[in-house]
C-alpha cells in the first residue's frame, strides 16, 4: 500500500523547482521507501533463516526443503523475473529517446515476465499444498517461507500494477521523453524487486542444509 | 471545471499534456467553505500539525484515564477496583496509547507544523500524503481503542511478549486490535517519514545549508530516518503476530518449536530506536527554548547536531538489554551490556551542552523555560537509572520491577513529555495567536512536576524493594503500601497540572478575545529561528518571500549585530525584520478528499480481518476508490480559487501548461489572480 503511494505521489510542489539534493522529490521519495523496504524484508528473512530447517516438524516426513523443492522450475522462473528487469531498463532507454512505441511495448513485456513469473510462484505454492501437503499452518517452516514467498509475490504484483498503469495511463499523455522520469521510478521499483528476489532466492533454495 | 489529468503521475516531467478529466463523482475537488469541512480537505501542514496535536491530546486523556484508575488500584493492598483481567488490559492499553498515540503525534505535531517553517519552505513536499498519514494515524489510533467497546483491549502488556499473545493465552480479540491498530499508525509513520525527510533534504531555500538548521529540525530528521529503517522491522513482527493468530501460522507458536525470542528480537530492534524517536523531538524543542530564553546560541551546535546523529546509529546497537534475562547468553549479555553504557555518552554531551548555554546566560524563567529546565534535570535521573541497568547483573535484580517503571518514566514522561508541554508554551503564539497565560503556565509546571517526582520518585524504592510491575495487587504485609499511597497521590497531583493546562488554553483566549485580540507580533519572545520571521499566527502561505539564509540564527543575527567593541546591540526591531505575511500571490497546494477517503479504508479491512473476511471488501474497495481519485485528480487545481502565481518565478512556468486546454468555463489566469484575493481574506 505504501509503496503505491509513494510511487503515484506526484511532485505536488511543482517538481520543477530545484531541489538541494539534485535529486528530485519524487526519486527522493522513492529511494526512501526502498531503503525502508530493505529492513521489511531482512526482517522477514531472518525469521525465515530461524526456521530454515523445520520442514520435517509436525510429521510431515520431509528431512530437508530440498525434498520438495523442484530447483530447474525455480531457477526457470527467477531467470525470467531476472530478465524482465533487462526488459525494464531497454524500456527506460527508449523512452529516453522518445521511441514511444518500443518503451510500451517493452514495457508490456516487463510486465508479462513479472506475471509469467507470478503464474510459477502460484503453481509452486499449489504443488506444495496438493501434492507435499504443506500447508501454511503446517509448521513453522511452511509459515515463514510462504510469508517470505508471498510477500515477495505481493511486490512483484504491484509493481506489474505500476506498470500497466503507466502504460495505460498515458495512453493519451503520450510516453515520450517527458515521462522518463516517471518510468525511471518505475525501474527503480522493479530493480529492487529483482534483486530482493535474488537474495530470496539464495537463502531458501541455493544454500545447502548442512 | 477541468482538473488537468496526469496519469499515474509518477514524477511526471514538466510537459504533461493537459487533458480534461471526468471528475470521479462529488469528491473531485473540496472548495474552501470556511467551515469545519475544510480541515477534512486540508492539505496545510500547519492545519495538519494542530490536528495531530488536538488527536493526541484526546488520546492523552484517554491514556491519563487508564494510568488513574491504576493507581486508585494499587493506592490500597488488595485493591478491588479492577480484576486482574482488567488490570492487564488497562495498563496494557495505557502504554501503548501514551506512546503510539500521545508522545509520537505529539512530536509529529511540532515536526509538521515547523519543520517546514524553520527551514523556510512553504509547505512539505508532498502535503497530500501529509493529509493521508494523519488520517491514517487518527484512524488507526480510534480502531485500536474501539476495542474498548468491542470485547476488551489488548493485554500483553505494551511489548506483547510471544507465546503470551497467542490465541491460547488471549482469546479476546484484544491483541488483533492491537497487532493491526499498531500496523495502520506504522504505515502513518512511515509515510510521514518519507514526506518530512524529503522536505528537509530537498525544499530549503537558498543560503540554509544542513548545518544552518536549528537543532530541533536536525533531531526530527534522525527521528524521520529512525522510524523509516524502524517501523518496517515492528511490522514484520505485527504481521507475523496477525497471522499466527487469524491464519494460524507458526511464527511464535511453541508448541509447534517456534522461538519465541524472534518476538523479542524484532521488537527490541524496533523499540529501543523507538524510545529515542520519544526523546529526541523533545530533546529539540528544549534546545530552541534555552537559547532563546537564556538570550545566547546554543552551546556547541555542531556537537549536538553530531550527538544527535550519533544516537540515531547507536540506537541500533543496543536492543538486547531488554533481553538480559531472557537467555540469550553470555557474550551478547556482555556485548549490549557494553554498547549500553556507550549510548549514555552522546546522551551526557547534549545535557553539558544546554547546561553551557544556561551558564552565563540572561535567563528569562518564562514556562516554556521552565518546563525545558524540568527536561534537563529529570532526564538526567531517567538516564542515570538507565545506566545502572547497563550493567547485567544489576539490571537481572531490577528488570520487570518498578525500578524500570521509574525509569522509563522519568525518560518518557520527565523527557519528553515535559519538553512537548515546553513547546505548547514557546510556539503556542505562533500557533493560534494568543498567548497561554503564564501565572497559570508555573501553576501547570509547578504541579506537574512535583506530581511526576511524587509519582515517580518512589517507584525507584519500591523497585529495589523487589515490588514486581504488572501485578495488579499487593497484600499489606509486603511492606509496598506507603510509597503506593505516595505515588496514586501523585498521580493526581500530575492530572491537576494538566488539567490546569487544559483550563489555561481556555482562559487565555478568552482574555485574550476580551482585551480585543491583540497580536502577539512574530516574535514574542525574542527567538532565533525562522518561524518566528513571518506573522502570528503563521499566514497559510508560510512566508511572503523567500528567505535567503546567511547564517546559522538566521532571524536573531537580522536583528542583532556588534558594535566596535564586539557587544552585541540590537540592530533592528522583530517587526523591522519579519514578514507581515500580506503578499497574497503565493501558489498553495489544493485541498484533497482523497487522503481521508483512502485511510478510511484502513479501519474497514482491519475489522474485516478481525470479523469476517467479506467487510475487507468494502474497505478494500473505499481504499482504491481514493487511489484511484488520487492519481486522477491534479495535486494543484488550476481553476482553485487560489492565487496560481508561481513564486519560485524562474521561468519554468507549469502553471501556463496546467491550464486547462480545451474547457469551456476556464478561466484565464489574471481572473484566477484576481479571484484569490477574496478567497484568502475568508480562509486566512
Ligand atoms: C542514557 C540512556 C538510556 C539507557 C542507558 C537506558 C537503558 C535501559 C535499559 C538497560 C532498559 C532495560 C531494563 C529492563 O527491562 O530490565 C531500559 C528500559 C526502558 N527504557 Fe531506557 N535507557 C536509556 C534511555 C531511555 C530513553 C531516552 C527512553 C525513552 C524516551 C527509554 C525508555 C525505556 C523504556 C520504555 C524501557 C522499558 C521497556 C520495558 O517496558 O521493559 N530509555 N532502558
Ligand atoms: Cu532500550
Known sequence: MASATVAVEHDEDHGHAETNTGISNNKLAMWLFLSSDCLLFGALISSFLLYRTNIGDNNTGYDSPFDVFDIPFTSLSSFVLLMSSLTMVLSLSAVNRDDERAGRIWMMTTAFLGMVFIGGQVFEFTEFYQVYGLGYS??????????????????????????????????KSGLGKGKSETVELVGLYWHFVDIVWVIIFTVIYLIPIG | MAIVERPLAIGAGDDAVPVVDRPLGDLTRPKISGTWKDWLSTVDHKKIGIMYGVAAMFFFVIGGAEALLIRIQLATPNGTLLSPEVYNQVFTMHGVTMIFLVIMPLAAAFANYLLPLQIGARDVAFPRMNALSFWVFLFGGLFLNSAWLLGGGADGGWFNYAPNSSVTFSPSHGIDFYALGLQITGIASLVSAINLITTVLNMRPKGMSLFRMPVFTWMNLVVQFLLLFAVPV????????????????????????????????????????????LILPSFGIISEVIPTFSRKPIFGYSFMVFSGIA???????????????????PISVAAFSLSTMFIAVPTGVKILNWLATIWGGRLRFTTAMLFAVGVVSMFTIGGLSGVTHSIAPADTQQT??????????????????????????????KMFGYMLNERIGKWNFWLQIVGFNVTFGPMHILGLQGMSRRIDTYDASFGFEFWNLVASIGSFIIAAGIAIFFWNISYSRKQWKKAGMPNPGPDPWDARSLEWMTASPTPEHNFDEEIVVESLDEFWHRKYGYDENNNVVRIATAEEVAQDGSNTNVHLPSPSYFPIVLALGLPIIAYGLIYSLWLC??????????????????????????????????????????????????????????AGTETEADNG
Open chain 2, 234 to 277: 515492528i511490522s514484520v513482527a505485527l504481521f507475523e503476530l496477525t497471522f499466527d493468530r487469524l491464519f494460524g501460522a507458526n511464527f511464535f507458536n511453541t508448541e509447534a518449536g517456534a522461538d519465541p525470542l524472534l518476538w523479542q528480537h524484532l521488537f527490541w530492534i524496533f523499540g529501543h530506536p523507538e524510545v529515542y524517536i
Open chain 2, 311 to 329: 544516537i540515531g546509529f547507536m540506537g541500533w546497537g543496543v536492543w538486547a538489554h531488554h533481553m538480559f534475562v531472557s537467555g540469550i547468553g
Open chain 2, 617 to 674: 471488501i468494502p474497505g478494500a474497495a473505499l481504499l482504491i476508490y481514493g487511489f484511484v481519485g488520487w492519481i486522477f485528480e491534479h495535486p494543484d487545481d488550476p481553476n482553485a480559487a487560489h492565487d496560481h502565481h508561481d513564486e519560485h518565478g524562474d521561468g519554468d512556468e507549469p502553471d501556463a501548461l496546467d491550464a486547462p486546454a480545451d474547457d469551456a468555463g476556464a478561466d484565464d489566469e489574471a481572473e484566477l489572480v484576481a
Open chain 1, 138 to 171: 503446517t509448521n513453522t517452516w511452511t509459515s515463514a517461507f510462504y510469508t517470505l514467498t508471498g510477500f515477495h509475490g505481493v511486490h512483484v504484483s504491484v509493481g506489474i500494477l505500476m506498470l500497466l498503469g503507466t502504460v495505460f495511463g498515458t495512453r
Open chain 2, 400 to 429: 520487570d520491577t518498578y525500578y524500570i517503571v521509574a525509569h522509563f518514566h522519568y525518560v518518557i514522561f520527565g523527557g519528553a513529555l515535559l519538553g512537548i508541554f515546553s513547546g505548547f508554551y514557546f510556539w503556542w503564539p
